[in-house]
């Protein structure tokens, strides 16, 4: 009896974070939780593209049938990487155990479909009523893509940040939250084209679903980097237990910005501030720095200090730092960014001074995904392994529950 009764536990507590997928069972039965986060960036999307693929090839080389939407817990991505996100966490209509793309498959998107997803619109300058862009490609493709694919049916949890304009308010779409808010099971198409609406590049985009109305706008007004979003998440599944993250969070590129001492800026105009983009950025970089202080703070908290890699290029050339330069070139520049990327030191923000440091003894970003690799395939076989001893053990029992919590699979 007393054993029937820790089984119960032990499987009732399994199911407490819903929505993961038959290929990597629930941290319950592991030691971490993992969680991918992709940041914001428009074209530059392929600078995480090319980082994924690296750690995709490092999985396989342990396990040829591996995917990163069955070593990931959780996915997150803002904009560009929200859609990065979905693509990587849709089933494949041929086979839905598989993503519908692989890390290499995104890349060839961004170069195949960037050109024309941003094709500025005929006549369109600053003064121009409405976006840079019309957006009609952008999502033609992604319902093309993406087809019917609804939230809860991704291979794995994810969490893409959208801001509703007239609500005024962030709208995190995430598996967690389908039991509470069902409107949010909507059309994987739908988030994307929402988190992607970049404001002045491209339209505003409204949906419905189960009742409730959307006027969604960029992700990345609420969170460029959605990775404090995604670690919420799953803090709120946990529900105060002792929990141990490994996160992966990787960046767009950013360029240095030049500062203004406040005797000068106290002569600028409302219009210079405007007009310069020096108040969105000022906004921006304060959000991004943010994060990083909130995460450098968290961690140790959650016993997860050396389960954290951010990879990130702190020193983009200004040339590509625009969001829609998808020109042949620009591409060409930002790929070589993701693989110089891979050779460069591991890099952690010190956030008392802003300024990112070389973490000692870690070597490269491609040695630390290496390293990433060997614990996410470990923490999956640990997984699988306990699980089939609970199932065997467990059989009879199981048999007999009907479990509170849905799974997307």
Known sequence: MAINFILFVFVFASQLIAGFNKELPPPTYGNLITILSIDGGGIRGIIPAIILDQLEKALQAKDKEASLANHFDVIAGTSTGGLVTALLTTPHPNDPTRPLFTPAQVIDFYNKYGPSIFNQTSGWDATYPGPKYDGKFLHNISRELLKDTKLHQTLTNVVIPTFDIK?????IFSNFKLEEVPSQDAKLSDICIGTSAAPT?????????DGDEFNLVD???????????????????????????????IGCGSKQVTGFNAEDAIHFSAAFWATSGLATGSYD?????????????????????DNYLRIQEYNLDPSMDSMDNATQANLENLAKVGVSLLSQPVLKMNVETNVPE?????????????????TLYKEKQLRLKKKLIMEKLGRPLLETITFPFATTS
């Open 167 to 171: 609500k005024f308010h962030p709208v």
């Open 201 to 209: 590049y491209l339209p505003p985009y409204y949906f419905e679903n």
């Open 219 to 249: 992700g990345g007004v609420a969170a460029c980097n959605p990775t404090l979003a995604a670690v919420s998440e799953v803090m709120k599944q946990q529900k105060g237990k002792d929990t141990k993250i490994l996160l992966l969070s």
């Open 285 to 305: 970089n304060a959000a991004k720095d943010m994060t990083e202080y909130y995460l450098a703070k968290l961690f140790p908290s959650l016993q997860s200090s």
């Open 358 to 374: 070389e973490k000692i003894n870690q070597g490269t970003n491609a040695e630390a995904l290496e390293r990433l690799a060997e």
